[in-house]
């Protein structure tokens, strides 16, 4: 295949950067816009000659996929038919009312509304199709009401930089008021007096390390400074316990290190009291319950975590007590209160279950499905007296259910199941999954996607999905739109590799760090199990992976060129060492426990050297390349794909296409409308399909 039209060429301006005795020069980075957190907030103050280039790839880009644009379409209109349009939530009840998100027919963004209970006297309280009305961009960020139900907020963004404006609107009067909180982080939190709220503010750097209180009413620059976080390490977040008793700070350092810190919701003019000092490795999060703090936390080596209690008036370490033991590979990921229950989720063997254990006596149960791969989910309403449970579960062949599931009797009854009005037969496809021995001889999970009439000889495409970073497991979920590669004849694969939490927090601990190269060998043992299965076969196989799995992307394409026809970046972390020594950027310091500090640490450094995927590319052959990047993106910034693929063009020996995309008018989630964003998705598809000879 030729690069037909001719793609743009970056020009070279050598930056050669020394550390720990070794040099490295890089040529484009002339790419990063040294006013970039202005460009966050106004993307037009973009640099003249990096506009220029950015949209050159974009021309070049279009014009290579210019023979895909009726397929494009057709992909559209597939995934589009797949969607119920007029789609509303379960309501979650609170009090006298039910609360509520629904989009109209052809509704790009939803209503958030309410009504009384089991009535249809439906109050809408933001209409965002309308709010979005002239914006290139717009993203509702949350909306909740008060705890007296007169009064709500909701945070809008409306350039994807995650700079968010809070507004307040009077549920009795329909009219905003005066307040408006700028710049500030989407997680607000009401107070029990429903007049006061907290909210974080985010600094220079874009980091949220500001926590505020703020009264209706009151002019926003008088609100009070309630906590700030001086080590750029840690980010902060708010949240409140189930029994909205507590408003929580919570200081985090990525998966490894957290502090808490509580306030009254009933007393919100009193100061935050620490919980437990921060110590480096020990996480825990915090629910109550009557006289009691629980606590999911990691203390004394329970690396898959445990449950403990302590008195609310005693919560020094001496007091704790165990509630539920650790056992190694029963990951423990998270923990809810109710009034009568105690309810955790849990993760063994890359598959989740529920465990419900009554308060009064301590008889627990669990909540299992018997499909070989799925995902199950807590959806946690408003109410903290009720013995109801709401659980969503899927797999790659069932839609999404949700079910209200009664913790006394042990019945679930079926609320809702999600819609494919273009049709959906379950019986069509087959879910499986598959255990790959990697390069040490760990098993690693995959989970197969396929038609039942697939021949299974190695004929067919396979995307090959990873992640593998920050401890998230990979759901085995149902997705309408993959649906559109698979009944064009690819299999699709998940690898749940290390660095994920799928098999319990040492497997995040085996993927970071010194460890990280495990990340990419796991997933190039699915491909290479896949071909030895005779399901794939080499060079057929398309690589796909976002963000931290985007520079996954960019590590295999270096290591395992040959064992696949083409490679998928979406917002790619594919500059790892000049990012992680750039002290400026918003992500930097937190992820110095996840990748390393190659500034301070020559280990690190020598770690990272060995893997970045920007500062390893070779003169080798690569696959096909599409990169995908967002312009006001401020977690992987729009320079990283840009110029892993100026230099890819520069030194690769092949004729492969190698394709960027840069979204100007949006950050790391893509496009914010929902049938926007499947443009976007349409794009990849064809791009795929058009690589490995599907585009019919």
């Known amino acids: 295949m030729t690069d037909d039209p001719t793609p743009p060429e970056a020009k070279c301006i050598a930056n050669p950067i020394t550390r720990h005795g070794d040099t490295l020069t890089d040529d484009y980075a002339w ?17 003249q000659d990096i506009r220029d280039y950015l949209e050159a790839e974009n021309a070049y880009t279009e014009a290579q996929l210019a023979d895909t644009t009726e397929m494009q379409a057709a992909l559209l209109a597939k995934m589009r038919g797949r969607i119920k349009e007029d789609d509303s939530t379960v309501p979650a009840p609170d009090g006298a009312f039910e609360y509520y998100v629904r989009y109209d027919s ?14 249809d006297d439906e109050t809408i309280i933001l209409n965002g199709q309308i709010e979005s009305a002239g914006q290139a961009y717009f993203r509702i960020s949350g909306c909740r009401h008060s705890p007296d139900h007169r009064f709500a907020f909701y945070g809008i963004d409306l350039t994807g930089s995650e700079h968010h404006d809070i507004h307040f609107k009077d549920l ?12 500030a982080q989407g997680d607000v939190v009401w107070a029990n007096d429903s007049q006061t709220v907290f909210y974080t503010v985010r600094d220079e750097e874009h980091r949220p390390s500001r926590i505020y209180r703020h009264r209706l009413g009151d002019d926003p620059a008088t609100d009070s400074l309630i906590y700030q976080e001086d080590d750029p390490a840690f980010y902060l977040d708010l949240g ?5 008793r507590f408003i929580l700070i919570e200081a985090s350092g990525h998966s490894t290190t957290t502090e808490v810190r509580f306030i009254d919701a009933e007393r919100p003019d009193e100061a935050p009291v620490l919980f437990a000092a921060r110590e480096t490795g020990h996480s825990y999060t915090l629910s109550d319950h009557g006289d009691n703090w629980y606590i999911l936390t990691n203390m004394d080596g329970a690396i898959d975590f445990k449950i403990m209690s302590t008195p609310l008036d005693n919560i020094s370490r001496s007091a704790w007590t165990e509630v539920a033991a650790h056992r190694d590979g029963r990951f423990i990921r998270q923990i809810a209160l109710f009034s009568d229950h105690l309810v955790w989720l849990e993760r063994e063997n890359a598959l989740p279950r529920i465990n419900v254990t009554r308060l009064s006596d ?3 149960h669990e909540i299992a499905f018997d499909e070989d791969a799925y995902d199950l989910g807590m959806r946690l309403g408003y109410e903290f007296e009720t013995s109801t449970l709401r659980i969503s579960y899927s797999s790659m062949t069932t839609p999404s259910r949700i079910f209200d599931y009664d913790m006394n009797d042990k019945t679930r009854v079926l609320c809702k199941e999600q819609e494919i009005p273009s049709g959906h037969d379950p019986a069509d496809y087959v879910t499986r999954r598959l255990w790959a021995p990697s390069h040490d001889g760990v098993k690693v999970p995959v989970t197969i996607l396929h038609r039942a009439d697939a021949p299974l000889d190695g004929s067919d495409p396979v995307l090959l999905y990873g992640y593998g970073a920050y401890g998230i497991s990979m759901p085995a979920s149902f997705s309408a739109n993959r649906l559109s ?38 997933f190039i043992a699915a491909g290479e199990h896949l071909v030895n299965q005779g399901m794939a076969s080499v060079g057929n196989i398309v690589a796909n992976g976002r963000s931290a799995g985007g520079m996954l992307m960019g590590a295999v394409a270096n290591m395992r060129p040959d064992l696949f026809r083409a490679v998928v970046a979406e917002v790619p972390f594919v500059d ?8 400026t950027l918003p992500l930097t310091p937190p992820e110095w426990t996840e990748w390393g500090n190659p500034i301070e640490d020559e280990n690190a450094y020598q770690d990272i050297r060995a893997y970045s995927p920007y500062d390893n590319v070779t003169a080798q052959s690569y696959p096909n390349i599409l ?7 401020p977690r992987v910034t729009y320079w990283e794909p840009t110029k892993w693929i100026a230099r890819l063009r520069a030194q690769k020996t092949d004729h492969n296409i190698c394709l960027l995309h840069t979204v100007m008018e949006a950050g790391h989630g893509g496009a914010s409308g929902r049938f926007d964003r499947l443009e976007e998705i349409a794009m990849v598809y064809a791009f795929m399909l058009k690589m490995c000879g599907r585009a019919d």
Request: charged share 25%; net charge negative.
């Open 31 to 47: 790419l990063r816009d040294e006013n970039w957190q202005e460009v966050m907030r106004d993307p037009s103050v973009l640099s």
């Open 240 to 244: 409140k316990t189930e029994s909205g």
């Open 485 to 522: 590669l698979v009944d064009r004849g690819f299999i699709y694969a998940i690898a749940h590799i290390r660095g994920g939490s799928d098999c319990g927090f040492g497997w995040y601990e085996d993927g970071k760090l010194h460890n990280k190269a495990n990340t990419f060998k796991d």
């Open 106 to 119: 052809g509704a790009q963004h939803p209503l958030f509304c309410r009504r009384s209970r089991n009535r």
């Open 627 to 633: 990169a995908v990047g967002g312009l006001t993106d």
């Open 362 to 364: 301590g008889a627990s």
């Open 576 to 583: 790892v060492m000049t990012t992680m020594c750039d002290t």
């Open 172 to 183: 009795e009067t329909g009219q905003l008021l005066d307040d408006l909180l700028q710049d």
